[in-house]
């Protein structure tokens, strides 16, 4: 059986005078576009906009519209969506639950577990993505987590996840890199910027950045009902 495929891009950072995040953004649409099967849905996990300028935004949706497949946004600290971005979704069997972790104005965030729950407790049953822009995982680099999500709140989310062993997967972005780890018996795994790459100093107190390339995610749902994610160069 054919995999049901769910690819993610994040923080692409788009500057309308900056040829370069935008071309890098195109660069990870088309190489979308060469995945076999065709992902049903593409998740962008925030900081779409580098300043949150409408523009940038409008930029942004420019250089995705070649994804013949729904995409589903959602925002990230930089991004001034005058809303909350948050709902669940079903693509195709695999149903998406796209939470709203921005706090106007900070770099660090927070998550809306009561209504999380309530989106957790409406099915039970359907394999899930739950995708958020601040991982709810530690990384480790000094940096990074002094604009993450608070401890209690991670815990928390744990406990959610013991409930919903649905859950496939917690996926996000924010930290410019690839890194894993699992809350609540749920692997997480954040996903690279199609923009730029933060390195691997865990002494720094200030973002580091590296010549690494970028990448994006393809997760995979399976006939056997595993999710499977897989890292994808572009």
């Not at 891009?9 to 005078?17: E, V």
């Not at 519209?65 to 005058?82: C, E, I, S, T, W």
């Not at 669940?88 to 069997?93: C, L, R, S, T």
């Not at 924010?174 to 699992?182: E, L």
Request: hydrophobic residues 45%; contains cysteine.
């Amino acid at each position: 059986m054919t995999p049901t495929l769910i690819a993610q891009l994040s923080d692409p950072h788009i500057r309308l005078d900056d040829a370069v995040s935008q071309a890098a953004l195109a660069a990870g649409v088309a190489r979308v576009l060469t995945l076999n099967p065709l992902p049903t849905a593409v998740l962008v996990t925030g900081d779409i906009a580098n300043s949150g300028d409408p523009r940038e935004h409008a930029r942004a949706l420019e250089l995705l519209a070649p994804l013949p497949m729904p995409v589903h946004r959602l925002a990230g600290n930089h991004d001034l969506f005058g809303e909350r971005t948050r709902y669940a979704v079903d693509a195709k069997g695999v149903r998406i639950i796209a939470c709203d972790t921005s706090i106007p104005g900070r770099d660090d965030g927070t998550l809306e577990l009561d209504w999380l729950a309530e989106r957790l407790a409406e099915d039970r049953d359907t394999p899930t993505i739950v995708a958020m822009h601040h991982p709810p995982l530690r990384t480790g680099l000094a940096w990074l987590d002094e604009i993450g999500l608070p401890s209690a709140e991670r815990s928390a989310l744990g406990e959610l996840l013991v409930a919903a062993p649905n859950v496939r997967r917690v996926v996000a972005g924010h930290v410019h890199r690839v890194i894993h780890d699992t809350l609540g018996g749920c692997g997480v795994i954040t996903c690279a910027s199609t923009n730029i790459q933060s390195g691997l100093d865990f002494i720094a107190t200030e973002m580091v950045l590296t010549s690494e390339p970028p990448s994006l995610l393809v997760h995979a749902l399976l006939d056997s009902g595993d999710l499977v994610t897989h890292v994808q160069a572009i």
